[in-house]
């Protein structure tokens, strides 16, 4: 299996920051890194795919970028809705893999 | 546009079978590969198995397979997670979501764009 390593487990920032979530693969995965967000007790809401695709109704500041094994996902001006879960996702092998989730903490 | 509605929350006992769905809205359900998730309580998101409605086939995490059963019938637009018995540790919370595939044989995909509510399965004597 893939393995998908995120970091941080958790941040703290303020309303209107420019953040940074990163997230390793063990090998290349090419650009098949998709992002999720979930809120509380809701499913995850797919942000980006293909490493820097922004899904349809997605705010534009959230960006993705990276190819190969290295890949972020930037928020770009928090707002107080963004403070929730964020997650990785390799769809390039089978079993596809999730990161282990970055918390986004109000400051 | 396609939403997935699922089955509602389940409590069952250790040993007990079980069989939770994922009915889709739309016309196109056996165009596109189905997913599960598992996320267990306060915890990140476990991919269990695919599905493509269109023709059954299936592929697994080796971590859930032998575990579950993943079927569809594409008569009804439902998706289906099956346990046979179940265990203690099958308590969580359970996505399906839609595939957005690069191919036919979904060999990558562009993430799942579309999810159900989520099914909360509880086991416990």
């Known amino acids: 299996d893939i393995q998908m390593t995120q970091s941080p487990s958790s941040l703290s920032a303020s309303v209107g920051d420019r953040v940074t979530i990163t997230c390793r693969a063990s090998q290349s995965i090419g650009y098949y890194l998709n992002w999720y967000q979930q809120k509380p007790g809701k499913a995850p809401k797919l942000l980006i795919y293909a490493a820097a695709s922004l899904q349809s109704g997605v705010p534009s500041r959230f960006s993705g970028s990276g190819s190969g094994t290295d890949f972020t996902l930037t928020i770009s001006g928090l707002q107080p809705e963004d403070f929730v879960t964020y997650y990785c996702q390799q769809s390039y092998s089978i079993p596809r893999t999730f990161g282990q989730g970055t918390k986004v903490e109000i400051k | 546009e396609v939403q997935l509605v699922q089955s509602g929350a389940e409590v069952k006992k250790p040993g007990e079978s079980l069989r939770i769905s994922c009915k889709a809205s739309?016309?196109?359900?056996?165009?596109?590969?189905i997913g599960w998730v598992r996320q267990m309580s306060g915890k990140g998101l476990e991919w269990i198995g695919i599905?493509?409605?269109?023709?059954?086939?299936?592929k697994y995490s080796p971590s859930f397979e032998g575990q579950v059963t993943i079927s569809a019938d594409k008569s009804i637009n439902t998706a289906y997670l099956q346990w046979r018995r179940l265990k203690a540790s099958d308590t969580g919370i359970y996505y399906c979501a839609r595939l957005d595939c690069s191919s036919a044989s979904c060999h990558n995909d562009y993430g799942m764009d579309v999810w159900g509510q989520g099914t909360t399965v509880t086991v416990s004597s």
């Open positions: 739309g016309n196109s359900f056996s165009s596109y590969w």
């Open positions: 599905i493509w409605p269109g023709g059954s086939e299936t």
